[in-house]
Nanobody
Framework: QVHLVESGGGLVQPGGSLRLSCEISGIIFSWYAMGWHRQAPGKQRELVAEISGGGKTNTADSVSGRFTISRDNAKNTVYLQMNSLKPEDTAIYYC???????????WGQGTQVTVSS
């Protein structure tokens, strides 16, 4: 079985920082592209950042320069460092593991991030 467990969400003031973590079990972690997506109330889920098994990253324009995705293949964990947070970053953040070649796509349960004063 595949399990993705996110942590690190919470309430933070504008301008603050949070670090999300997602630990995955049940897959060969280095084979998978890992991503963070978010969904705000009333909006569609959107990609925030993605990192390939080899470490190549892709970051949404809305968070570029503020958010950084990274991975530790030895710990089967992907991170999202979020700095200079804005109220519009408020959303549920979801971890995703994707292997396009195998057609496999797994999601975590989500972690709430709220940016408010």
């Amino acid at each position: 079985q595949v399990h993705l467990v996110e942590s690190g969400g919470g309430l933070v003031q504008p301008g603050g920082s949070l670090r999300l973590s997602c630990e995955i079990s049940g897959i060969i972690f280095s084979w998978y592209a890992m991503g963070w997506h978010r969904q705000a109330p009333g909006k569609q889920r959107e990609l925030v950042a993605e990192i390939s098994g080899g470490g190549k990253t892709n970051t949404a324009d809305s968070v570029s320069g503020r958010f950084t995705i990274s991975r530790d293949n030895a710990k089967n964990t992907v991170y999202l460092q979020m700095n200079s947070l804005k109220p519009e970053d408020t959303a549920i953040y979801y971890c995703n593991a994707r292997h396009a070649g195998l057609g496999r796509d797994f999601w975590g349960q989500g972690t709430q991030v709220t940016v408010s004063s």
